[in-house]
């Protein structure tokens, strides 16, 4: 069974901070996909980036970037110099390489920027 | 926004009723997807649609069912709701390909008193 695993429930920064989201996750599958999506107070879930299993290369967007560690199972999201716009759930999600393509959530970190 | 639609935004309705939220996939995209969000128990996978046929199915209740139609559009019925079907249900789609990543709509916040 898969499962993924985000311990920290909240986390609470003042703006300008770095702050990394931990993700740690199980699965028996060789090929498999890792999400991130951001939850907002409005409520919607905003698809954030993709990350294949074959494809450890970490990524850099603009002020986020995710370090991936299968050594680990390990799916980690810095935001560098935070904003109060960064305020918002985010959940890390776990895909099989399987026909059925239903996302596996983490239970979701709320992160608080403080101005 | 995601190109993904859904209706109503909010519902609220009574135990023992029945309901159902509609969802407009993205254009182009074929497969369709359903989730239920809860405090209790986070964001779940309830069943997928593609093109028309069941591809999977997760925690769904028996009193819950879906289908999608011809034009691609996704109905999840709820029926006989209690108390605990209140939740905020989210439909998602996604393209063809076998890495599509999900894109969600805004949701359907269900309240049942």
């Known amino acids: 069974a898969q499962k993924v695993t985000q311990a920290q429930t909240e986390i609470s920064v003042v703006e300008k901070e770095d702050v990394t989201l931990d993700c740690v996750y199980e699965?028996?599958?060789?090929?498999?996909?890792l999400f991130w999506y951001k939850q907002p107070p409005s409520g919607e879930l905003v698809f954030l980036i993709r990350?294949?299993?074959?494809?450890?290369q970490n990524e850099i967007s603009g002020r986020y970037s995710w370090n991936f560690q299968k050594s680990t199972s390990s799916f980690n999201f810095t935001i560098t110099a935070s904003q109060v716009v960064d305020s918002a759930v985010y959940f890390c999600a776990l895909r099989d390489s399987g026909s059925a393509r239903q996302l596996t959530f983490g239970s979701g970190t709320q992160l608080t920027v403080l101005p | 926004d995601s190109g993904v639609t859904q209706t109503p935004k909010h519902l609220i309705t009574a135990t023992g009723q029945r309901v159902t939220l509609r969802c407009s996939p993205r254009s182009g995209d074929l497969s369709v997807y359903w989730y239920q969000q809860s405090l209790d128990q986070g964001l779940q996978f309830l069943i997928q649609?593609?093109?028309?046929?069941?591809?999977a199915k997760g925690n769904i209740l028996e009193r819950f069912s879906a289908q999608q139609f011809p034009d691609l559009h996704s109905e999840l019925n709820l029926s006989s709701l209690e108390l605990g079907d209140s939740a905020l249900y989210f439909c998602?789609?996604?393209?063809?390909?076998?890495?599509?990543?999900?894109?969600f709509g805004p949701g359907t916040r269900l309240t049942v008193t």
């Open positions: 990350r294949n299993s074959f494809d450890e």
């Open positions: 649609y593609y093109n028309g046929e069941e591809r």
């Open positions: 998602a789609s996604s393209g063809p390909g076998g890495t599509s990543e999900q894109y």
């Open positions: 699965t028996r599958d060789t090929t498999y996909y």
